[in-house]
């Protein structure tokens, strides 16, 4: 799952970016409000955690502007700005959820894991399909009961797969979840993946799609 992270206070935001890629995610960091427009622009993203009090142009008008583009991404607030007025203003200009500075990074992760999980149009917040269970909250995945041992980007496409059983995920896509800006990306970086899965999951959970990609079989 990659996400976007706004946030122009440096402590804050390498703090953040180490407890995300840590949970799994893959993240794009920037500083400013044009870059975070520019970002916006042209990459999927999962999900953003936006603050407003940005240099260059103000979070708020990001996220304007974000869904005058019709894009329903989520949004999650993180800013100082706690007057009642502020926060109104936000939700009412397409925030999905709105979190005050300081902050518990438990609760932003929960948070997080919240509104992904609205996103997709599910309530339950474990993943379960073919008798797999991944909880994002804890970290578990198992098959039948039996602990499974992934990596980060081995966690990051499965999940992908099972939220959306039945659809099917070319290379690039599955890419764009796995990696942010920074990483070095293999050319044959997701068949590894996919290929390691196969071998603790079992082949025929993970199909190929011959010229498309790969699918979770529905249950």
Request: aromatic content about 6%; overall charge negative; proline content about 5%.
């Given at each position: 799952?990659?996400?976007l ?18 949970e ?6 920037v500083?400013?409000?044009?870059m ?17 009090g940005?240099?260059?142009?103000d ?6 502007a ?18 009642v ?69 081995e ?21 764009e ?15 590894v ?27």
């Amino acid at each position: 799952m990659r996400l976007l992270l706004v946030e122009d206070d440096p402590m804050i935001g390498e703090t953040v970016l180490d407890v995300l890629r840590a949970e799994h995610f893959a993240v794009d960091w920037v500083k400013d409000g044009v870059m975070a427009d520019t970002a916006l622009r042209s990459a999927p993203y999962d999900l953003v955690l936006l603050d407003l009090g940005l240099p260059q142009r103000d979070g708020l008008d990001v996220l304007k502007a974000l869904r005058q583009r019709k894009d329903s991404i989520p949004v999650l607030v993180v800013t100082a700005r706690d007057a009642v007025a502020d926060r109104i203003a936000g939700l009412d200009a397409g925030a999905d959820d709105y979190l005050l500075k300081p902050y518990d990074i438990d609760e932003l992760l929960a948070r997080i894991r919240a509104l992904t999980r609205r996103s997709a149009g599910r309530a339950d917040p474990v993943l379960e399909v073919h008798g797999l269970r991944l909880n994002p909250a804890t970290h578990e995945a198992t098959r039948d009961g039996r602990p499974i041992t992934l990596s980060n980007r081995e966690w990051a496409v499965l999940e992908a797969l099972m939220a959306r059983p039945g659809v099917v995920f070319s290379r690039a896509q599955l890419e764009e979840k796995l990696y942010s800006w920074k990483d070095d990306v293999s050319s044959n970086a997701v068949e590894v993946y996919i290929h390691g899965l196969r071998k603790k999951l079992g082949a025929e959970l993970i199909q190929n799609v011959r010229g498309l990609g790969y699918v979770m079989p529905r249950p």
